[in-house]
């Protein structure tokens, strides 16, 4: 592949995308994969019953999310069936399910940023796959801690404080959520920053011990 790279822009450009659409597939499927996995851990089968326990990206994937995020940069999955009625500690279980997500999402850029520190200081194209994990997945982990419906951050509220003020509000207003989550995504640069500060602070970790 480094010989194809060198030989021309086109073979860069294609390879720099095959490498984005991993990063992308893989931030997505282990994202809604942990979801499953710590929701079945704590009682609930729904997950395993739909097919969703598994590396399959067919499983997991919204064609028009998918694409959408290919292109402009957000996008969704297929949610996984959660039934919290089988949880064995509800409000315990809601909430390490909401997490396991974003949990995920930042040790996958942690690892990622570790190759990525590594393989730059050899100049290997390989360093953008990694680059591009640590930067997607840092997105994700950062967007989903919104605390706005349906995100895991609005989740995560409600499993601490299920009957707050905020919570029904909410539940009763998803559609004003939805347009105060574009506004936030559109028109601000709020996750910017706060994916900016993650990615230095873990590339400044592994350079500090490299």
């Known amino acids: 592949m480094i010989g194809l790279i060198r030989g021309g822009s086109v073979y860069v450009t294609l390879t720099l995308f ?12 282990l994202h809604e994969l942990a979801h499953g996995l710590v929701a079945y851990w704590c009682g609930d089968p729904s997950a395993k019953y739909a097919g969703r326990l598994s590396l399959n990206p067919f499983k997991h994937l919204d064609p028009l999310g998918t694409l959408s995020f ?16 089988n949880f064995r500690h509800p409000r315990r279980d809601s909430f390490l399910v909401s997490i396991a997500g974003i949990v995920t999402n930042l040790l996958l850029a942690f690892i990622a ?7 730059a200081i050899n100049g290997s194209i390989w360093a953008f796959l990694f680059q591009y994990m640590l930067l997607i997945n840092l997105v994700f982990a ?20 299920p009957n707050s ?3 029904r509000f909410l539940n009763q207003n998803r559609l004003l959520a939805m347009v105060i989550l574009l506004v936030i995504i559109y028109f601000t640069d709020l ?14 970790f592994w350079c500090l011990i490299l």
């Open 70 to 85: 290919l292109l402009f940069g957000f996008g969704w999955t297929i949610p996984v069936p959660i039934n919290p009625n």
């Open 165 to 167: 003020g905020y919570v």
């Open 113 to 119: 940023s570790f190759f990525y520190v590594l393989l």
């Open 18 to 29: 095959v490498f984005y659409v991993i990063a992308v597939l893989s931030a997505l499927i």
């Open 142 to 161: 950062v967007f989903n801690l919104l605390p706005l419906a349906p995100l895991d951050g609005f989740n995560l509220i409600a499993s601490l404080a």
């Open 191 to 204: 996750l910017g920053y706060a994916q900016e500060w993650l990615c230095n602070l873990f590339i400044d």
